[in-house]
């Protein structure tokens, strides 16, 4: 993986639990401007870089219906698996007609939760326990009389 600032990699991190979170009550992801010509009925959600194990970095824009890396455009219905690993800021995609392909970077992490939440409307994909660790409780404040 290349180096990346901190706070970058804090940053999307906080980002996916916060978007975790949210499509775990229901929510969706929120558009953005569009960078890219978007198709009819398309929404862009972001743009940023990646590095592409085994290739280089590009950018990585995240629409409701594609997921474009450079020059390359994979419509998200081509997409039949993601393994994501957010403490290691990774995300594996199997692509019908590409095979395996693993992006790594600060804001990847986001990238898996829209992508779940776009492919099976949940922020994790079928048969992954929750990712993030649940926030704590807080103790019920006793009155003593």
Same mark, same amino acid.
Do not use: H
């Given at each position: ?7 970058? @990699?804090? $940053? =999307?991190?906080r980002?996916?639990?916060m978007?975790a979170?949210l499509?775990?009550r !229901?929510? #969706?992801p929120? %558009? ?5 010509? @978007?198709? $009819? =009925?398309?929404?862009q ?5 990646v590095d592409v194990?085994? !290739?280089? #970095?590009?950018? %990585?824009v995240?629409?409701?219906?594609r @997921?474009l890396? =450079?020059d390359?455009?994979?419509?998200l219905?081509?997409?039949?698996g993601?393994?994501p690993r ?8 199997d692509?019908?007609?590409h =095979?395996?392909?693993e992006?790594?970077g600060?804001?990847?992490?986001w ?7 776009e ?11 929750r ?9 019920r ?5």
């Open positions: 993986m290349s180096v990346y600032d901190p706070g970058q @990699l804090l $940053a =999307g991190y980002s996916m639990s978007l979170g499509v775990e !229901g929510g #969706r929120a %558009a953005v401007s569009p960078t890219v010509p @978007l198709w $009819a =009925g398309e929404k959600y972001g743009w940023f870089p194990v085994g !290739g280089d #970095r590009r950018l %990585a995240v629409t409701n219906r @997921l890396l =450079g390359e455009s994979f419509a219905r081509t997409v039949t993601l393994r957010p403490d290691e800021w990774a995300l594996a995609l692509v019908r007609g =095979g395996t392909m992006v790594i600060p804001w990847v992490p990238l898996g939760v829209v992508l779940c939440a492919i099976y409307g949940a922020a994790w994909p079928p048969g992954y326990a990712m993030i660790p649940a926030p704590r409780r807080a103790k404040l006793v009155t003593i009389q």
